[in-house]
């Protein structure tokens, strides 16, 4: 372990590619209890919640793989999905 690395940093899994990372370089979807699948920015909406690293490949993988629908034990709709990715895209173009 290298010693710049700050102790206590929360760690959540994407679902998609399965690394640890700090909880702030991961994007939560929530599940709502309506059942709409949204994503969370502020990361405090109550409902059940994955975690999704900032890049293509995983939202990719995430959204074709049913990886997400998995991890929240949901279906996702076709018009859901059309969100997710108006939400993917806009996340790309902003970058990091
Ligand atoms: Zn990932």
Redesign the pocket.
């Known amino acids: 372990m290298k010693g710049t690395r700050p102790k206590h940093v929360p760690q959540r899994t994407?679902v998609?590619?399965r690394?640890e990372r700090p909880k702030r370089e991961l994007v939560r979807i929530v599940r709502a209890l309506s059942g709409v699948v949204e994503v969370d920015p502020t990361g405090k909406k109550s409902g059940r919640g994955a975690y999704?690293?900032r890049?293509r490949t995983?939202w990719e993988a995430a959204l074709k793989k049913k990886a997400l629908e998995h991890a929240l034990q949901t279906s996702i709709s076709p018009e859901n999905r059309a969100q997710l990715q108006e939400f993917e895209k806009e996340l790309m173009d902003k970058g990091e």
Do not use: N
């Open positions: 994407c998609a590619c690394q999704i690293c890049t995983c």
